[in-house]
């Protein structure tokens, strides 16, 4: 399977830029909550974080890692019409569900450290739904609503692949929590921005992927188990990820 559809499928991210990056700074100064880079890129995951999750699902499928495939934080489906299209050509016997507000982040905490506040990033299901009929995939199972409010009663039993990309501190722990029980043995999950300011590569310095929430709880959760955080260069950010033993 070639993955030219990582490019293909609602454009290509726009790569890195420094001149953005700096009217993204004096923005923020000026006015905190605006963030011209990101909006200006106007797509989530860049085309580095999009291989990763390309390499490892299909890692977890040529394993034959029993479960289905989970989305937490989905976002405007950018990564879920990739992990759809995985699946549709490799094993349409799986199921892929998706979770989010559909109504942005919710209300941060002291770990998050001021970096989202309440609604950032907030995309609507009307879009999420458009982006498959845009590429011409099936939907997945989509649970719209708070992670507390959804998790426990929808999640599938059994997970061999999850993304948990969900910024803050509470919503990752909530999704850790409730997603580590339920992945299979030598399944995956993969933290789509997980930043570590020990982590010395340039790439970790876009301020708008600062999420000093995600290693936080994941650090707190995995403290007691035997599965160890690897980060990846997602481009201009890092992501991470770790194998159920
Ligand atoms: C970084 S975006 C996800 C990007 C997406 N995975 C992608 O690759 O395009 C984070 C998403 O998590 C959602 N989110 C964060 N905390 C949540 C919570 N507690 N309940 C529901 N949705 C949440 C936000 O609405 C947002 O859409």
Request: charged share 25%; with cysteine; hydrophobic share 40%.
């Amino acid at each position: 399977m070639d993955n030219l559809f990582l490019c293909e499928y609602l454009g290509t991210p726009p790569r890195h830029s420094k001149f953005i990056d700096q009217v993204d700074r004096v923005f923020r100064k000026v006015i905190p909550w605006i963030r011209i880079g990101s909006y200006w890129r106007g797509q989530m995951a860049s085309i580095e974080s999009r291989m990763n999750l390309f390499h490892l699902a299909n890692q977890v499928l040529l394993m034959q890692i029993e479960g289905d495939f989970v989305e937490v934080g989905c976002h405007a489906g950018e990564s879920t019409v990739i992990l759809k299209k995985i699946l549709r050509e490799k094993d349409s016997s799986r199921n892929l569900y998706a979770f989010d507000s559909f109504q942005g982040v919710p209300e941060s905490v002291n770990a998050d450290e001021g970096v989202y506040k309440k609604g950032d990033m907030s995309a609507s299901l009307e879009k999420f739904n458009k982006h498959f009929e845009q590429v011409g995939l099936d939907k997945p199972i989509t649970i719209p609503g708070w992670f507390v409010d959804t998790l426990e009663s929808s999640l599938p039993g059994k997970i061999a692949f999850a993304l948990i990309d969900a910024d803050l501190y509470n919503s990752t722990l909530f999704a850790l929590q409730n997603v580590y029980p339920r992945l299979s043995p030598g399944g995956i999950c993969l933290m789509g921005v997980y930043w570590d300011p020990n982590t010395k590569v340039e790439m970790t310095t876009d301020p708008n992927y600062k999420s000093p929430g995600v290693k936080k709880a994941c650090d707190e959760f995995l403290a007691d188990k035997p599965e160890k955080v690897n980060i990846l260069i997602a481009g201009n950010y890092t992501s991470a990820y770790f194998r159920k033993v």
